[in-house]
């Protein structure tokens, strides 16, 4: 996945706190399976690096304010 729009961006942070939320949820949650949650959290964890890995190569890659408003 690259992003390639800011409303694409918007829509990968809206992702990214969800994400980040079912996490924590599922941490707090009482253990029925330990291998099943173990499964779920590394899951999750990996779409959240991604996600934010997305963000920070969308961000790297934009010109900054201060250079966009001197052209």
Same mark, same amino acid.
């Given at each position: 996945? +690259? ?8 829509? *990968? %942070? %809206? +992702?990214? %706190?969800?994400? @980040?939320? /079912?996490?924590? /949820?599922? *941490? +707090? ?5 330990v291998?099943?949650?173990? /499964? ?8 959240i690096? &991604?996600? +934010? @890995?997305?963000?920070?190569?969308? *961000? /790297?890659? &934009?010109?900054?304010?201060? @250079?966009?408003g001197?052209?």
């Amino acid at each position: 996945m +690259k992003l390639q729009s800011v409303r694409e961006l918007e829509n *990968t %942070r %809206r +992702k990214l %706190r969800d994400l @980040e939320e /079912a996490y924590e /949820a599922a *941490t +707090k949650r009482p253990i029925d399976n330990v291998h099943a949650r173990e /499964a779920t959290l590394t899951s999750l964890r990996r779409l959240i690096n &991604q996600l +934010k @890995e997305e963000i920070a190569r969308y *961000t /790297a890659h &934009q010109p900054s304010r201060n @250079e966009a408003g001197r052209s």
